[in-house]
Every structure is written in structure tokens, then in C-alpha cells.
């Protein structure tokens, strides 16, 4: 997750938004309309997937919405293609995770006349514990059954600021689709809940789960703080091998975008189960394992409740 809160370390997205600019504005001088809508309805623009997918349960059939990264995109490092700026032109309304966490995403907005939201906010954050970023906000706040009930609050007043005539079908999508994201918190505390309290770990290889550790009432521990941060090195391996045998945590896991060699070594040193992998950043493709966040979501809560509790998943 590099540069988080800033974007000290991509000069490569500067030099490709500068190419990408000027491509956009021969693009207009021809008379090439961007990518939008010709319906009368919304065109809605976000920066991942997961917060498109979490748009269109909202906006229903009133807004075409599209997302700036494609499926299993790396979106903290994204660096900005010609095409993306054309479709960003032609966008009603924008909406961004914020919190530092699309550092890229500003050169965007700096040149966009369409509104923009953020969508966590109102949320409470939680700090990065240690690394080159400690005391930053964790951005993944979307990874929280709970903080996502926010998101969708956030995703309906900004629907609703844009096209005030949809303010009734918005409200009750977002009451339909906050239901179905509490259901999964649900889950998650139920088949946790007789979890010995020694055990109640959440062992990955980024500390990209601090939300929803919190939610589970799970204690966090993870190999690397960011991406950005030094990567399964001795000192990270052995102080979360101490950790693991000191517990007795019965599975770790690590995320499906990584390098999970580290981990892998965790596993063999302790004896605990390698547990499958963990979606965090992106859905997949609609043929895929997550195409949508509630897949996201319910994937991850029922592989870190079979890793923790030996149960079998759900048929």
C-alpha cells in the first residue's frame, strides 16, 4: 500500500498523467465525447470496484456507474491511463474511498467539474500501528460490516445531492443493501463468539483488517503494516511465528494480491493451518471467486471463520 497520505513516491503517475492530459485534451479538440450516459440518467465515476459495485446496489437502474481500476487492479500505487481521464470527463459525480488511500486520485478532481464525495466520511478510523506510515488512518475502513453501512449512508446522500428525484429508490436500495452487509457482520459474530479468547486472532500478511478484527472482536497481528513497508523480513517472520505458537491460533492467512511466501513459512513453523486467501482491494471478474462486495465480504468472514473454528464453510 505504498504512500499512503501522500504522493512522494510516484513520479511515474505524475509523468503518465501529464501524457494522459494532454492526450485528453487533443481527444477534445477533435470532438470526441467521454464516455457517459445518453439516457438521462447519472454517470457515476468511483476509483475501484468495490465502491462501484457498492453504487450500483444504491443507484439501481437510475445511474450508469464505472469504476477508474478494473477488476484485480493494484489501486494504491494506480498510475492514471489516457482512457481513464476521458471517462472521468464525462462523469455527473465522483466518488472516492478517501483517506489517503488513492494518493492518485487527486489529479483527477484538481481538473474534473463533476461533484465529488468521499465516502468514509463520519467514519471513526483506526491508526496503522507501526511501519513507515504508523499513525496514519488505515484506509481499508471498507473492509468493516459496520463502517460499510456508512459507506452506503454516504453512497445515498451523494446519489441523492446529484438527482434529487431518485431520493425515494435510493433510500430503500440503501436500506435493502445495508440488511443483506449487517446479515455477514452477524455471521461473523456468531461463529466467532465461542472462540477462546486466546484465540480470537486475525493473523495476515498485510494489516489490511483492522476494521473488521474490531468488529469480530478479533486481536489484529499481520507480517507488514502497508505494502509500502518492508515485506516478510526475519524480524517480521519470527516475531509473528512468537505470536502464533503463544496463542495457539489455528490458521493465518494472507491476501489474494501478495507475495504470501512469508506467511507460508508462519505455517510451517507453528503448525497452523494456512487458511485460504483474503480479497481486500479488488472484485474479481463476474466469472470469479468475488465479482461483487457482498461476495467480497462473505468470502472473507466464511474463510476466516472455517480457518479459526475448524468448521467447514458454507455449501
Known amino acids: ?18 501524457a494522459a492530459a494532454s492526450l485528453l485534451a487533443a481527444t477534445a479538440c477533435a470532438g470526441t465525447s467521454p464516455s457517459a450516459a445518453d439516457d438521462g440518467r447519472l454517470t457515476v465515476l468511483t476509483t475501484f470496484t468495490v465502491l462501484a459495485d457498492m453504487t450500483r446496489a444504491v443507484a439501481g437502474d437510475r445511474a450508469e456507474v464505472a469504476s477508474v481500476t478494473r477488476p484485480g487492479a493494484e489501486i ?5 491511463a489516457p482512457d481513464d481521464l476521458v471517462r472521468a470527463e464525462g462523469a455527473d459525480l465522483i466518488l472516492e474511498n478517501g483517506l489517503g488511500l488513492e494518493a492518485w486520485f487527486a489529479q483527477f478532481t484538481l481538473r474534473m467539474d463533476a461533484d465529488t464525495a468521499t465516502l468514509t466520511d463520519g467514519i471513526a478510523t483506526l491508526p496503522i500501528a507501526s511501519g513507515g506510515h504508523e499513525g496514519e488512518a488505515n484506509p481499508h475502513a471498507w473492509m468493516s460490516p459496520d463502517n460499510a453501512l456508512v459507506y452506503v449512508d454516504n453512497i445515498a446522500a451523494a446519489l441523492t445531492e446529484a438527482d434529487p428525484a431518485g431520493a425515494d429508490a435510493y433510500a430503500a436500495n440503501a436500506e435493502d443493501y445495508q440488511a443483506e452487509i449487517a446479515d455477514i457482520g452477524a455471521y461473523l459474530d456468531t461463529e466467532l463468539g465461542a472462540l477462546p479468547e486466546n484465540r480470537r486472532a486475525l493473523v495476515t500478511c498485510e494489516g489490511a483488517f483492522s476494521y473488521l478484527a474490531r468488529d469480530a472482536g478479533l486481536t489484529e497481528r499481520y507480517l507488514w503494516p502497508v505494502n509500502a513497508d518492508a515485506q516478510g523480513t526475519p524480524r517480521q517472520v519470527a516475531d509473528t511465528v512468537d505470536f502464533v505458537r503463544a496463542n495457539d491460533v489455528p490458521a493465518v492467512f494472507c491476501e489474494s494480491t501478495v507475495n504470501d511466501g512469508a506467511m507460508d513459512q508462519v505455517a510451517r513453523e507453528t503448525g497452523a493451518v494456512r487458511g485460504g486467501d483474503l480479497f481486500v482491494d479488488s472484485l474479481s471478474t463476474a466469472d470469479g471467486p468475488v465479482p461483487t462486495y457482498l461476495d467480497l465480504l462473505r468470502h472473507d468472514a466464511e474463510t476466516i471463520v472455517a480457518g479459526l473454528t475448524g468448521k467447514d464453510r458454507p455449501a
Do not use: K
Request: aromatic share 14%; glycine share 14%.
Open 76 to 80: 494504491h500505487g494506480y498510475q492514471p
Open 1 to 18: 500500500m505504498p504512500n499512503i497520505g501522500d504522493g512522494r513516491a510516484f513520479p511515474l503517475v505524475a509523468t503518465s498523467f501529464c
